[in-house]
């Protein structure tokens, strides 16, 4: 056997099995790539004897274009799949059907398992099943797959929330709005999350930060609401009473509201 004709059959697949890899392949799964290397290798192998060194490059590259082209069909393939099954899953979430929705994700994931979206939706149904420690894993491959995902980070937070794990969500929160995530019920949520943690200077400058230029104006009552009673219950009357002086300015909050905030305030640690 020619050893020289191996070597270089070998570089040749190895530049552009690179430059292809980079082109078609960056979203496959390693052993993906694998299957088609090993089948360019038993090629090289068995007609090493057979061929010169340019005759065994050109036709392991020839030979790789077109495994590649079959794979990156078969890919598409799965991809369409994955998607139909995540566009269904979605709509038995908003059913409420979480354990039907997750069948369904599970199979997006293992036809694509960069699926970033598929993983926060599983999380979420895990969460609504009561698993939360499951779907901790589900955010953290979300956030893995993609740090920069405001959707991961926030119902990461959520999740910790649920598991009075404050210190945790707050610093999730957090991430989340410095990815430029908006909503107001995070917003008073990580301010709790923050006060219960034994954070509460913390919490009140997140919920300054957040009036003074991060939410609408609508919203400011339940802000200043929530701030009032943060500090209220942290024995800083003064403070409190100007907070909701300073909500009487705005929109009127319902009684229910309030209550839900002074509730999650005042909810057991453990």
């Known amino acids: ?109 293992e036809l694509m398992p960069n699926y970033t979206s598929a993983y926060i939706n599983k999380g979420i149904c895990l969460r609504k099943l009561s698993r939360n420690h499951e779907a901790t894993s589900a955010y953290l491959e979300a956030i893995k797959l993609d740090p920069q995902n405001v959707m991961a980070y926030n119902n990461l937070a959520v999740n910790f929330m649920d598991l009075k794990k404050y210190q945790a969500a707050f610093d999730n929160f957090k991430k989340a709005f410095s990815l430029g995530y908006s909503d107001l019920d995070s917003f008073i949520s990580a301010a709790i999350c923050g006060f219960k943690s034994n954070r509460k200077d913390a919490a009140i400058k997140l919920l300054d930060e957040i009036i003074e230029g991060k939410c609408r104006e609508e919203s400011l009552g339940l802000l200043y609401f929530t701030k009032a009673i943060i500090l209220q219950r942290s024995g800083n009357d003064g403070e409190a009473k100007k907070s909701l002086t300073r909500m009487n300015n705005y929109q009127r909050i319902s009684e229910i509201d309030k209550q839900k905030i002074i509730d999650l305030i005042d909810s057991p640690d453990h």
């Open 1 to 109: 056997m020619d050893f020289s004709i191996i070597i270089g059959s070998a570089v040749g697949m190895t530049f552009f099995g690179v430059l292809i890899y980079f082109i078609f392949l960056s979203d496959y799964r390693p052993k993906d790539y694998t299957y088609i290397f090993s089948v360019l290798s038993l090629l090289v192998v068995t007609y090493s004897q057979q061929w010169d060194i340019l005759t065994g490059i050109i036709s392991s590259v020839i030979t790789f274009i077109l495994l590649t082209i079959i794979f990156r069909a078969l890919n598409q393939q799965k991809k369409d799949e994955a998607g139909e099954n995540f566009d269904q899953a979605e709509k038995l979430i908003l059913e409420g059907k979480f354990a039907e929705a997750l069948s369904l994700l599970d199979r997006a994931i």
